[in-house]
């Protein structure tokens, strides 16, 4: 089996014009993903925009959902949700004073309680405890052999 080849045909093959479509979409996709490559999502910018506003006990969480008319905050500290509550109608109002924020209408939170940060060490309270109960131990053991003697 042989195969011919014909220069005339090879050399047409770029100017072809399926080739220059493809190509050019082909092009015209990597200069467009090029250029969006450094754009940020709506959740980071909306992030930033939050910790610039600097409100207090919002200092704390991330935005996990951004939608104009609503965000949903997560944060792993409890006292949030009730803060949150109380002063949701004053923290809709000056977060709407921001334009990316200007048609929220609702602010919802959640509360990751896998992290506690209040946790203490189990094993040294542990440790600590037994110490004091063999303290406990041998000064009512002495106690007792004071009393026998």
Known sequence: MTIKIFPEKVAN?????????????????????SKAAHLKTTIEVANKELYKLDLPYLRDTQIVFYSPTKIIVHSNKEILKSKLKELHDQFVTQLKQNTLFSRLERIEIIIDYTQNNNKTNSSVNNET???????????????????ID
């Not at 110490?131 to 053991?141: H, N, V, Y």
Request: glycine share 0%.
């Open 13 to 33: 093959i770029p100017t072809h014009t399926t080739r220059k479509k493809i190509t050019n979409t082909t092009y015209a996709s990597k200069q467009l993903i």
């Open 129 to 147: 405890a037994k110490q004091a109960l063999d303290k406990i131990k041998k000064q009512f053991c002495r106690d007792l052999n004071k009393e």
